[in-house]
């Protein structure tokens, strides 16, 4: 069997799947406000629409502080003593939002969530457990259940907001994040060495090279501009759905959910013409402009209908490119500034989220309704504007492998190996390969094992 088709091991199983669980219970308790929170934020004391958009987006700010030091204290102190603190920092600005009756005490709130910043060492602990040849198949495996609990979050908001309420939703939020740590210590295994790993963590020696990379600087920028949108636009569609179009916030789930599982129907197609046909330019940049499109829609039109064909084409988009960005930054870095480039790209996504919601937040507090869609639709036009420039990607993969008596000249000698660094005193070879021609034999040749 071809390494690349190989299945993960039992504990590779339970392991990603267990912190994929915590993920996702983290990512609920962020996102099921969101669909929400502008009509709950109307009752507030103090509350104004520039206060609201800082209450949604602030956790972005402490996020995007602390992950990156969380990360290399994890490797100092341990993965599960750093992701157990996040955790549980996490259920305080949970219960800290939960109990505040004003808009300053969910802001104090929503900060501390972010405090809790675990993804880094999170994704450090899933490649402590994973082997080298298996880490894609695991990372990939907590990437999707962010999508999942996304897409959950928003139909899950509302639901939950007509049975508890919003005080009520970030308790629950509290609960998940200590349930995270019952997982965390009953289900997820000790990993048998914890180190340091390229491909999963930063490192510092590595950060200049990677701030100067163009097209990184360009996917960064992307990111960042995908969720300054999402958060401008969650800013203004809840109050539009109900003032204008007429939706009872409790009936908001009825559009969400076929609006979501239609879009994932539509994205399925682009992605297979992205990587099996190599169009991911083409398709990453017709994503954007869609999403420019949406954005006009949802500006232009104010009734049910018109707002629900352009949050189709908007959720579409958005799926489009929160799949493929990840993908892009993997592609473009060097094989050996992976985990790297991955954290400059996080932490850029969770300053996005932030200025998204101050910015947004600010543009509806003075110009109203328009204000906030007209930030989102200005971000999105330079985003467009800098994406239309990148350079067409190259449909590589990232491979991990363990070697021994080999040199870079040799493995890039086989055919289909574009790239190969080999980090003395690790005996692992990072490589970029095209798979469709790779002569996967010969590669293997030069592993140490294959497990």
Do not use: C
């Amino acid at each position: 069997m071809s390494v690349f088709q190989e299945k993960l091991g039992s504990q590779e199983r339970r392991a990603g799947a267990s912190l994929a669980l915590i993920y996702a219970f983290r990512m609920l308790g962020l996102f099921m406000i969101l669909p929400v929170f502008a009509i709950y934020a109307e009752d507030l004391p103090g509350a104004t629409p520039w206060l609201t958009g800082l209450a949604l987006g602030v956790y972005g700010l402490t996020q995007a502080i602390l992950q990156i030091p969380f990360g290399m204290l994890s490797d100092k102190i341990g993965r599960k003593p750093v992701i157990a603190g996040g955790l549980l920092v996490f259920a305080i600005g949970s219960l800290v939002a939960a109990s505040s009756d004003g808009i300053y005490g969910i802001i104090a709130g929503r900060a501390l969530q972010g405090s809790g910043a675990i993804a880094a060492a999170l994704m450090a602990l899933a490649a402590d457990l994973s082997t080298e040849e298996h880490r894609v198949r695991m990372m990939a495996m907590i990437g999707m259940s962010i999508g999942v609990a996304f897409a959950s979050s928003m139909v899950l908001g509302p639901v939950l907001n007509e049975w508890i309420g919003v005080s009520g939703i970030f308790a629950g939020t509290a609960v998940l994040a200590v349930m995270g740590i019952g997982i965390l210590y009953l289900f997820v295994p000790n990993p048998p060495d914890s180190h340091f790993h390229r491909d999963a963590e930063l490192q510092t020696s590595s950060l200049k090279s990677v701030l100067k990379t163009i097209d990184l600087l360009r996917l960064n920028a992307g990111i960042f501009a995908l969720h300054f949108v999402l958060m401008s636009v969650f800013l203004v569609i809840p109050l539009e759905l109900r003032d204008d179009a007429g939706l009872a916030s409790a009936q908001h789930w009825q559009l969400y959910l076929p609006v979501f599982i239609v879009s994932v129907v539509l994205m399925v197609p682009f992605i297979l013409l992205s990587e099996r046909k190599n169009l991911m330019k083409p398709v990453f940049v017709g994503s954007i402009a869609g999403l420019t499109v949406a954005i006009v829609g949802l500006l232009s039109g104010r009734d049910l209908t018109t707002i629900t064909i352009f949050l189709l084409l908007f959720f579409t988009a958005f799926n489009l490119l929160e799949a493929s960005l990840p993908s892009l930054v993997a592609k473009t870095a060097q094989a050996d500034q992976k985990g790297t480039a991955m954290g400059v790209y996080s932490s850029s996504q969770f300053m996005g989220a932030f200025a998204g919601g101050a910015v947004g937040g600010m543009a509806h507090h003075v110009w109203g309704i328009d204000g906030a869609y007209t930030a989102a639709l200005a971000m999105s036009l330079i985003w467009l504007l800098i994406a239309i420039f990148m350079k067409k990607p190259r449909n590589l993969s990232t491979y991990l492998m363990k070697v021994s008596d080999v040199t870079e000249q040799q493995l890039l000698a086989v055919r289909g190996v574009v790239e190969a660094a080999i980090i003395k005193g690790e005996g692992v070879a990072y490589l970029k390969v095209e798979k469709h021609i790779l002569d996967e034999e010969k590669l293997l040749s030069f592993a140490q094992d294959i497990i």
